[in-house]
């Protein structure tokens, strides 16, 4: 399977997006090394654009990008892609509302990960973007698409595009993939924010009609139409 003249003007153009993508997940220092990736699925077509594997960042270019189909095969790209195609792979046939994918093992939500505890929703930031707690999802291990499907049985129904996986890190979902690097960054902010209020006492859980109105007002609303 090779990407046809019909759609290389689309890869091209998600390969400079996903490349420069990565560079919001250091600014954020949301990675170190060469952990975390993001992924962006081609509209229209059973493939996806994602990170290679191992290579730093400073190193990664929109040519080294890899292509590949919804079952995590190479379908264009000179490198082996991250090692959480698979996973991802899963989430986009499972979820065709998903244009995008990130992983991150940000400091304060994967400490809540290790803890395998849900980031409660005490800030109007956790209710807008969130609709309610960061849960948590199963323990899964690389290599497959194990933790593809814990993500799925986890945001399946849920209104949060994040979801922290036991003792491991964050994953989040978006329709596109800046979405998906936007909840991984608000999923940070949220997860220190509420780490810093519980050394100070019990954080106070907004009420559920509190958060359901925030998370409408935030999503149809707040910013440019």
Known sequence: ??????VRTTVATLRREVCGLHE???????????????????????LLVIKPSGVAYDDLTPENMVVCDLHGRVVEGEHAPSSDTDAQA???????EVGGVVHTH?????????????????????????????????????????????????LSGSRSPAVLMANHGVFAIGPTARAAVKAA????????TVHVARQLGDPVPLAPAQVDALFDRYQNVYGQR
């Not at 997940?25 to 229209?44: D, H, I, K």
């Not at 973007?129 to 698409?145: K, L, M, Q, R, S």
Request: glycine fraction near 10%; aromatic fraction near 8%; hydrophobic fraction near 40%.
């Open 185 to 192: 960054v608000m999923c940070e902010d949220v997860a220190r």
């Open 1 to 6: 399977m090779t990407v046809v003249d019909d």
């Open 106 to 154: 940000s400091t304060y939500a994967t400490a809540w990960a290790s803890r395998r505890e849900p980031v409660p929703c005490v800030l109007t930031m956790g209710a807008d973007e969130f609709g309610g707690e960061i849960p948590v999802g199963p323990f899964a291990v690389i290599g497959d698409d194990s933790i593809g499907r814990g993500i799925v049985e986890t």
């Open 90 to 96: 899963y989430v986009y046939r499972a979820m065709p």
């Open 24 to 46: 919001q997940l250091t600014r954020y220092q949301l990675v170190v090394w060469t952990a975390g990736n993001v992924s962006a699925r081609v509209p229209g077509h059973q």
